[in-house]
């Protein structure tokens, strides 16, 4: 027996305290609910699991950046809902002014609401926001540049890069200059009629010239023409401005936008009508038929641009992109469409520097100018709304909401003042739905794309949930086992101990 060291004592405590060290392990799981608490207990499991709460928080912020990605085309779909609606009012009223059972006056009337229409659309295109961004002016498509030209537009299927384009011939206007400008008073002779692009123009005895000139202008732009005095010549050109907007493209460019007036030629009062304002010039191109007695004066170097899609370059870009084999243009006057295969298109409006000589700087009038319309059209790659719907970095979905105002989609060219303005103004409003149609069913399509990404985000954090929990969490009834496996051994360890210590007590029984 020895009384110094009692071995049985040390070897019991060291195991109550080893259970003591379990149990109060058992006890941290157990109020926590984690089976790692501290680095120690688990170190792999500590670092992989970290890396999913991650990713698990950052999925979750993306659902709700999804979420706010669709409430975004919500909002832009709905405006444009109503822009339909006014696109199809808009066509319905110009189906109405192309019937000739309508008068000047009817037409004039229809032809203030079409206005009010196109000026609500360009409200909705400038005020339809979306906290605090405005969605429907072009802000959030893709941004394009050139020199010469406006409204450039290109499809999503546009790569980026710079384009190389030639104009090899401007589009030019119809245009007839008189010979003399009217000074005087309307005479009994002179008192005859005459048409501007089937417009009649009616002078009557004792009209002031500024009376007769207007009598002129107005007939002139009922017939998409306007009538100017510029150094005391009178010119009319095709093309009319209405309502404040620019001049209506496309009646004033191309071929289609002819000047033509018409006379009684057997009528003398028809013909010193006509001489009144000094049309009869010899310049002017005259046609007669011997079956009919009317005169016709048209103006005949009105002309589509003309576009080549492979030019020679030199100097090419770093970024040089070509048109393939299978890409058109078709030009309506100043604008000009390029299509090719699996959706792209590209389409602007040339500007008037484009239709002027190098040289003089005058309006082409003929395709034998030297002027060189060479253009570049630079697409870039930025623009587009990006909704960060992953958990990672670039893990986006882009979509283009592109300007839906009345110049983008040429509502400033409808004048439904003559049948054949309010002819072409069907066609307009055709191409204008058309183009919403196509817009609103991109975002539709992004949309279900962002609904689907929605519900992957949550069923792939529910995933990594799980497989956190498997790492992390304590399972309750395992380890109450072990806590109760502890806790008894701990009263017997502690028993045990009691007993150990009463060994030095029975050695000093020996020295009594």
Known sequence: MIINNNISAVIANKHLLRTEAGIAASTEKLSSGYKINHAYQNPSGMAISNKMRAQIKALDRATDNASDGISVIQTADGALNEVTSMLQRMRELAVQAANDTNTPQDRAQIQKEEAELRDEIDRVSSSTEFNSMQLLNGDMQTKVYADNVSRLSV??????????????????????????????????????????????????????ADEAVEA??????????????????????????????????????????????????????????????????????????????????????????????????????????????????SVDGKKVTIKDNNGFEMSFLLDNALTKDATTGKEVTNSTTSYDGKLEIKVTDIGKMAFHVGSNKDQVIKTEIPSISAKSLYLDQINVNSHQSASRAISLVDDAITQVSSIRATLGAAQNRLEHTYDTNNSTSENINSAVSRIRDTDMATEMVEYTKDNVLQQAGTSVLSQANELPQMALQLLQ
């Open 155 to 208: 499809s999503d299927a546009v790569d980026p890069g710079t384009y190389s384009i030639e104009i090899t011939q401007a589009a030019t206007k119809g245009s007839i200059t008189a010979s003399t400008y009217p000074a005087n008073d309307v005479t009994a002779d002179q008192a005859g009629s005459f048409t501007i692009n089937g417009q009649t123009v009616t002078l009557t005895e004792g009209m002031t």
């Open 216 to 329: 002129l202008k107005t007939a002139a732009e009922l017939g998409d023409a306007t009538a100017t005095k510029e150094n005391n010549v009178l010119t009319i050109t095709s093309g009319i401005k209405t309502d404040d907007y620019d001049e209506v493209l496309g009646n004033a460019w191309g071929k289609n936008a002819k000047i033509s007036i018409s006379y009684d030629n057997t009528n003398d009062k028809a013909k010193k009508a006509l001489e009144y304002f000094g049309l009869s010039s010899p310049s002017s191109k005259t046609t007669s038929s011997t079956s009919v007695s009317t005169t016709t004066i048209t103006s005949d170097n009105q002309k589509d641009a003309v576009v080549n899609l492979r030019p020679t370059v030199t100097n090419k870009a770093s970024d040089a992109k070509e048109f393939s084999s299978s890409a058109t243009a």
